[in-house]
């Protein structure tokens, strides 16, 4: 990277494809980034449902759930990176000393944390767990200088993460929400806009 190219961390931010970004997985997708360093970044697509619901996705993996707040929630695509494997979002839950209660959980700043080991399932399976979940297969990942390139090209707009877009909002409103924490609609980036 040039010595004058300020470094950013979009960890815990929102990537918000712009308007003519017509790539079939990215367009007008959010991406929840989990993790962003020099050495490249890791995200989460947060308003591409499968048509996998979680009951199927348990019962994949021979789990029963117990969790009645659970059964209508979709499985999301969570990107093109190891689409057969499944990532849960999920609220921090306090351990000891500062560690996770599952294993293989990425802490991320602002509250959240994101684990890929079967125990969150299992937990989940037997009626506990983490209160609020969003499961995907797969992530989308950049290498080093990849992801700032993009949003060097326009593909990309940022802004901090809201959790409650993931939890909260109905899929179908995500992307418009994304946009709107930034005062924007996605009609004002239009690359089919007219001119006067």
């Known amino acids: ?3 004058d190219f300020a470094p950013i961390n979009l960890t815990n931010h929102f990537l ?13 997708s959010v991406v ?20 996998i619901l979680l009951p199927q996705l348990f019962e994949k993996v021979e789990l029963p759930l117990q969790r009645d707040d659970l059964s209508a929630l979709p499985v999301f695509q969570g990107g093109p990176v190891q689409t057969e494997r499944g990532f849960v979002l999920h609220d921090a839950i306090e351990a000891g000393e500062g560690e996770s209660v ?10 959240l944390e994101m684990t890929t080991s079967r125990d969150v399932l299992e937990a989940m399976a037997s009626g506990a767990g983490p209160r609020r979940v969003f499961v995907t297969l797969g992530y989308a990942s950049w290498g080093q200088g ?12 940022t802004v901090e993460a809201d959790p409650a877009l993931i939890f909260d909002v109905p899929v179908t409103e995500r992307y418009d929400r994304a946009m709107a924490l930034l005062g924007l609609q996605s009609w004002m980036l239009s690359p089919d806009a007219g001119h006067a």
């Open 102 to 111: 599952y294993a293989s959980t990425m802490s991320i700043p602002g509250g």
């Open 16 to 28: 918000i494809a712009m308007p003519g970004l017509s790539d079939e997985l990215f367009g007008r």
């Open 32 to 51: 929840f980034m989990c993790e962003h360093s020099e050495r490249g970044a890791l995200g989460l697509v947060i308003n591409k449902p499968s048509d």
């Open 1 to 3: 990277m040039p010595a």
């Open 146 to 157: 990849q992801l700032e390139s993009e949003i060097t090209e326009n593909s990309w707009l």
